[in-house]
């Protein structure tokens, strides 16, 4: 059973950069997708990034161009660099992982395709 926990949120102004932390203990498929969601209040929880083995990385058009995804296989850590944050940004960011390649159907930004989910960093950008 994997353990995910996420770290990094915080409180920024517009403009303004964070990094989020994904570290995913007990989890051995490294090679298979892991991505970042949110969910704002009031809102649906919503794909924001993914990645596997094949490099690839998947982003949801909103953040395209600014947020960065990437992993670093040995320390079984997931990040999320997230640059030029806007007020719609603000949201509680999940780290999930997956039994599968990001590849396939239903397609990566489902939230059905992650099978371990973390606890949430909230991120709060101000104008």
């Known amino acids: 059973q994997a353990h995910v926990v996420e770290s990094g949120g915080g409180s920024v102004q517009a403009g303004g950069s964070l990094r989020l932390s994904c570290v995913a203990s007990g989890y051995t498929y490294s090679r298979y997708c892991m991505g970042w969601f949110r969910q704002a209040p009031g809102k649906e929880r919503e794909a924001v990034a993914a990645?596997?083995?094949?490099?690839?990385?998947r982003y949801a058009e909103s953040v395209k161009g600014r947020f960065t995804i990437s992993k670093d296989n040995a320390k079984n850590t997931l990040y999320l660099q997230m640059n030029t944050l806007k007020p719609d940004d603000s949201a509680m960011y999940y780290c999930?992982?997956?039994?599968?390649?990001?590849?396939?159907?239903?397609?990566?930004?489902?939230?059905?395709?992650?099978?371990?989910w973390g606890q949430g960093t909230q991120v709060t950008v101000s104008s």
């Open positions: 990645i596997d083995s094949d490099a690839i990385r």
């Open positions: 999930a992982a997956s039994l599968r390649y990001c590849s396939g159907v239903p397609p990566w930004d489902r939230a059905v395709v992650f099978r371990y």
